[in-house]
């Protein structure tokens, strides 16, 4: 059955007295069928979601600056943001009507009869933010400090940083490209965007249920990867907890964002040995080397896996223990230049401390892959933690 | 900026139409009075028994209802139904919260719906008409008249500034029609929209190379442009500048005439706008001369023009909006004014656009973007 919850079916019993869909869209839904209900991730949650709820397949990442001096508004746009952001998640407009012939439609209405495709919408601070427009400088987390220089990097300063970051996140590149369009556009004159980045395919799973993607290198990533079941490691690793020096900041997480440029064109000329010593897996099934499952735990005390090899420098044993969850996407932006394919991983990781992925980038100083990627971008964003009905994303920054 | 007759029977649908209008269960705006016999407050208080309405009739128009809970655990909503459907709500009410939204009703029978509580319907009653008529609000019909006699005097000044920039064309006086050009375009910037009513002549006076599928039928203030400042020489361009005179001369007779209701008005400050996101901050319109900053203050003026006569009526219906679009207003002068000089580049009172780089367009496009959405709120506000 395909369920398919149409909102323009949902709608259309109104069409004749041109009511805005928001809110008449509720009631159908409470009596729709539960399947639909299922493309729905909850937004009120102790932890935001799209951070643990499972990854879908389509991202829009944006990075704003924040333009306006004035405190109030920003507290402002972080409500209406709030607000749109819950109605989008359950498949409904951006509340506000849609029927004055003489007023733009609040919604801007692409994702009109699409269904809500599990879109998570996830907002972070940057560091930018806690300085001393808005008085947040107290309330500045020891640990949200710029990122130091990290190999393999050449930094687009036009892709990189930002006051606020949104991630949205669905089965539809529409419902997430509609989500940032539509905070964009309601933040108009308090936020810019200052960069933006569409992600096609889910490089990592972040629940047992999903099998294990690949990237555009054509191997399967994130096989190590944490997932939304191993509770405890995902308590050590990912939510911010008693160690914060800043309580508002406590269920949130810290969000890293790396533009990874592949060299495609010279990893394609790779032969498939050196590729699988690359990366420490086998091409097809993806297991380790010197295994045969691909869940099969890497030897890493064995010399089937070279010491230069991306999967034994990623390795927690090889980084104290650490894990990132990692939540990346594939991307392509055309060609560069020179006519080369410009595309490659959108990494995005959630972590409790960005100290995490300090730690473990340094170590792929020496990896071997370095050959074939460069960082292009980066953004460091805290993310706060879930919200409840009646409160705002980021309330405790400001009360 | 459609024509009166389009706008009207655009209008006339509205009016039957049941229409919701801003101030819904989430965006948190706060209701509006609306004075008596057009709407009005109607209270609604969430209790364990119920919501019932105070008053539970009222007359047609807008109406704003102010919901609170005052220790009601169970009751924390309050929608308004028609039939089976919900037209407006609000949401999310825990015991000491209030909130509103705000509709425009038409005659009939409703109810108020609270979930949860022990009589959850409430009857509610709409009488009377909802046609009312901008005409009835003297400050529109001030809007209007003034708005009228703006347009007139700008295109007069607009005729003498194109018959001098034509003269000077015919002479070949190249240095002359230079600064000519500019000092008679920036009027014909500032009424674009209402020019645009009378089919191709915007095209015929203000038409750029690429809106013409023949070259040859490449005419109007940019043919000249291109002569002037690309090829530098001005032969064969004498019957372009006359039948440009003969244009801008029949806009002259066109707008004498012409009236205006608010909503176009209103929908043509917005236009000005947007022509400055799409073809000035980019350089395109201006692309032989690069006097780009001047339309774009000729474009400012005009929709600040427009919207200052619609003040008065939209300081009555809608003080958030109108202080929103002061403040983007005020914005996009502040990063316009880096710009300025004196006399400037051709006398524009500006710099040559070519020396303005693209991160400084980036700039300027972000304040005028933010503007427009601001002025696109006016005319819904501005007509209720």
Redesign the interface.
Known sequence: MTPALSRRRMLS??GA????G???A??TLTAANAASTSQVVPFWADHQAGITTPQQDRLTFAAFDV?TKDRNELV?LL??WT??A??MTKGHQV??????????P?DTGEADGLTPGNLTVTIGFGTSLFDDRFGLAAKKPKALTPLPKLAPENLDPAYTNGDLCIQACADDPQVTFHAVRNLA?LG???V?LRWMQLGFGRTASTSSAQATPRNLMGFKDGTRNLRAEQTDLIDQNVWVGEETDQAWLRGGSYLVARRIRMYIETWDRDYLADQQNVFGRYKNSGAPLGGSDEFDTPNLGSSDIPDDAHIRLASPEHNGGIHLLRRGYSFTDGTDSTGNLLGGLFFIAFMKDPKQFVTVQKALAADALNEYIQHIGSGLFACPPGVA??QFWGQGLFT | MRTTIGLTA??A??TL??????G?????SAPQNAPAGEGGDVTVTLTADGCQPQPSSISSGAVNFKVSNKDAGAVTEA?LM?GG?????Q??L?PG?DGGFSLELAKGDYQIYCPGAKKDHWDFHVTGDATKSWKDNPALVTATTDYGKWVVDQVNQLVTGTKAFADAVKAGDTAKASVAYGQARVFYEKVEPVAEIWGDLDKNIDGRADDFDNPADFKGFHKIEQSLFEARKLDGMGPVADELVTNVTKLQQLVAKATYQP?EI??GATELIDEIQKSKVTGEEERYSHIDLLDFKGNLDGSMEAFTVLLPALQKNAPDVAK?VQ??AA?VTAALKQYEQSPGYLNTGYVDYSTVSKDQQKTLS?AV??????M??V???V?Q
């Open positions: 019993g109104l007295l041109g009511v805005g928001l809110v008449a509720d009631t333009i402002g409500k209406t607000a749109a819950d109605a509340p506000g009507g849609a029927s004055d012939l003489q007023a733009p609040s556009r108009a004159g308090i810019v009905p009646g | 655009i209008a649908a509205a139409a049941l229409t919701a209008c801003g819904s269960s989430t965006s948190g929608e028609s459907q919900m037209l407006g709500e949401e999310n825990t919260l909503a209103a929908n929103a403040d983007r914005a972000q973007n933010a503007l427009g959405e601001a696109s709120k005319a819904a506000k007509s």
